[in-house]
């Protein structure tokens, strides 16, 4: 776990070797919490300026003050590219901020959370649970501390419509939801017109990695494709998704096939079907690149 740097106030500063030769510090107002879990660090403190933070490993999760960003992002674009999703899968997703969103289609009926790190999901129930972890009630809810390779594994019969995958960058407990038997497994648990979004990384930082997983997903799907928002406590300020999905008609992703109705409307302080379509329009160095990957 980093160790704050002290001057004259206390500050996290995050280093990790994904993003080598930089790093991102917030000043702590005062730890919350801090443990190990059986899988990782976790660290919540109160920040000067962006309301409390969660940390795993080292790597800052969220922040109250730009959480909405990365949550609307991550499930709108992939629930909103579906005509009417009705079972919806979470993988990781601890803090509960995926699920707050998910909660907000009216039309989903099932959504079961794997999250394999129980202690999570509890210190985010009680630091966040006015902000991000608000839906863990939800009758809809199944909530299972469990590995999510294995849950597929052993549930292929399983259909979802809309698979999430919330995960945290590709080492320690996440490492194995970025290999290819995982988007395998992935593909066999989705209904027919099914989509997957999952945590997409950098552009700035790790335009190959996702090249890469992207190729993968190319020999699986009919669809691929890549689209980004902005979160300033996230490395560089950027983060993206790949999505993918079993319809093969054009534009399956790229344009919605919902809108948010005047209920949700209200709760939105990212997502809108303008940034929708946009979110896949990238600068030309990244253009380049994932063109020859997208599907």
Request: proline residues 5%; negative net charge.
């Amino acid at each position: 776990m980093s160790t704050p740097e002290r001057d004259s106030k206390q500050w996290f500063s995050e280093t990790e070797a994904m993003w080598p030769g930089q790093k991102f510090s917030l000043e702590i107002d005062h730890v919350l919490f801090q443990g190990k879990s059986d899988f990782q660090d976790v660290l919540v403190f109160q920040s000067a300026t962006y309301g409390n933070v969660l940390v795993l490993d080292g790597v800052i999760q969220l922040t109250e003050r730009d959480e909405f960003a990365y949550q609307e992002m991550i499930t709108h674009l992939p629930l909103f590219a579906h005509n009417q999703p009705k079972r919806v899968l979470i993988v990781g997703g601890g803090d509960g901020g995926v699920l707050r969103e998910v909660t907000k289609h009216d039309c989903v009926q099932e959504i079961v959370m794997c999250e394999i790190d129980s202690m999570v999901c509890d210190v985010s129930k009680k630091f966040f649970k006015h902000t991000v972890a608000t839906a863990f009630d939800d009758p809809r809810v199944t909530l299972l501390h469990a590995d999510a390779a294995v849950y597929l594994k052993e549930h292929t019969s399983d259909k979802f419509d809309v698979v999430i995958v919330d995960s945290s960058d590709p080492v320690g407990p996440a490492e194995v939801l970025y290999r290819a038997e995982f988007y395998e497994s992935m593909k066999q648990c989705l209904s027919p017109d099914g989509v997957i979004c999952t945590q997409g990384e950098c552009l700035w930082l790790h335009l190959d990695l996702i090249a890469d997983v992207m190729q993968r997903c190319r020999a699986l799907f009919p669809s691929v494709n890549y689209s980004y928002t902005t979160i300033p406590t996230y490395p560089s300020g950027q983060i993206g998704f790949i999505m993918c999905s079993l319809d093969e008609s054009e534009g399956v992703l790229v344009k919605p096939k919902r809108t948010p109705d005047d209920k949700m409307e209200q709760t939105l302080r990212y997502y809108n079907a303008k940034i929708h379509e946009a979110s896949f329009v990238l600068p030309n160095f990244a253009e380049r690149k994932i063109a020859t990957v997208r599907k």
